[in-house]
């Protein structure tokens, strides 16, 4: 991992903060609870909180792996899932504000080593994850759209054939993801593989580098035979009925 500056360690120190206060809102916790569950002094819990005391970077590796230890973003995700007629539905988590703080956290911790350079989300469900990460990341965002919006600006499409016989477009900004650009693909449930692999071809059109997959929900393994990508990263598997 490359020797971070001294405004990327203090980003990190206040994004421990911003993880403490996350968790807060998102479980009933006391401090006293909480400085039992990570194993951390409840005055400076409180301190850093607050906001009257930042922690040091070297505490703030510290805090934040306790807090992806002791709490599991993936047992926290599985709460905040809802069902709606068979179908899983994750509005509740990605309109949650706290969640989706703590969501980017994750992934920025398995792919803060990748030199992140911009965020590739096919629309929409995913947008709101992707803008967190964005924001954490300080990367670009590129979305995928299903339509031309703008007919001023030159689009990259490509296609993907789904049952029985639809064809779906998906387009991007020409120039808006270069050949030295270091691609990180994030979306909400990854099914049939068929989107994922359509951004892949978006990103190999341009020459760019795919780092990556930040999924929260993967479900089954029958995706996979359509999908070429290295890393992928999911917070929840959950088993195809």
């Not at 991992?1 to 994004?15: D, F, N, Q, W």
């Not at 030295?180 to 049939?192: F, G, H, K, T």
Request: aromatic fraction near 6%.
């Amino acid at each position: 991992m490359p020797v971070l500056s001294k405004a990327e360690k203090l980003k990190y120190r206040i994004l421990a903060i911003e993880a403490l206060r996350a968790i807060r809102r998102l479980l009933p916790y006391s401090y006293r609870r909480l400085s039992r569950e990570i194993d951390f002094d409840e005055t400076l819990l409180a301190r850093y909180s607050s906001g009257l005391t930042v922690p040091s970077y070297d505490v703030a590796v510290k805090l934040i792996s306790s807090i992806r230890k002791a709490l599991d973003p993936a047992r926290i995700t599985m709460l905040k899932i809802g069902e709606y007629k068979g179908l899983l539905d994750l509005t509740p988590l990605l309109s949650d504000p706290h969640m989706l703080k703590i969501l980017a956290l994750e992934f920025y911790e398995r792919f803060k080593d990748k030199d992140v350079t911009k965020i590739l989300v096919p629309e929409t469900s995913g947008i709101t994850l992707a803008t967190s990460l964005a924001l954490t990341f300080d990367a670009n965002l590129v979305i995928a759209r299903r339509v031309k919006e703008n007919p001023m600006i030159e689009y990259l499409e490509e296609h993907i054939v789904e049952p029985p016989s639809i064809k779906n477009i998906f387009y991007i900004p020409k120039g808006s993801i270069k050949r030295e650009d270091r691609v990180l693909l994030v979306d909400d449930i990854v099914q049939s593989g068929l989107t994922l692999s359509v951004m892949k071809k978006l990103v190999d059109r341009v020459g760019a580098k795919l780092l990556g997959v930040a999924a929260i929900v993967v479900v089954g393994d029958e995706w996979r035979k359509r999908v070429d990508i290295e890393k992928i990263e999911a917070l929840v598997t959950i088993s195809k009925t």
